[in-house]
């Protein structure tokens, strides 16, 4: 089915989206959720449809940033 990724809010597995074009008119099974990309500029955080869904973009946005943060910390930045 493809390479499955994780989450980075809650760690669960999810299958990458796919534009319907693409897909092959596989479906998801419904124990699985499906994983997309939340972006701000050069930024971006894996979130599956649960987390999109359940957090919305204003924390979506602030959980970015979170990891903006760290990720600049770590660098010494």
């Known amino acids: 089915m ?3 990724w994780a989450c980075e809010i809650c760690g669960r597995e999810a299958l990458p989206m ?3 074009a693409c897909s092959n008119g596989i479906e998801i099974p419904s124990d699985r959720a499906e994983l997309s990309t ?3 500029g050069v930024y971006a ?3 599956c449809s649960v987390c999109r869904e ?3 973009e204003d924390a979506l ?3 970015l ?3 903006v943060r ?3 910390a770590a660098r010494g930045g």
């Open 2 to 4: 493809g390479k499955e």
């Open 61 to 63: 946005r602030e959980k």
């Open 70 to 72: 760290r990720s600049q």
């Open 54 to 56: 359940k957090l919305g």
């Open 65 to 67: 940033r979170e990891k």
């Open 18 to 20: 796919e534009p319907a």
């Open 45 to 47: 955080i894996r979130v």
């Open 38 to 40: 939340f972006s701000m």
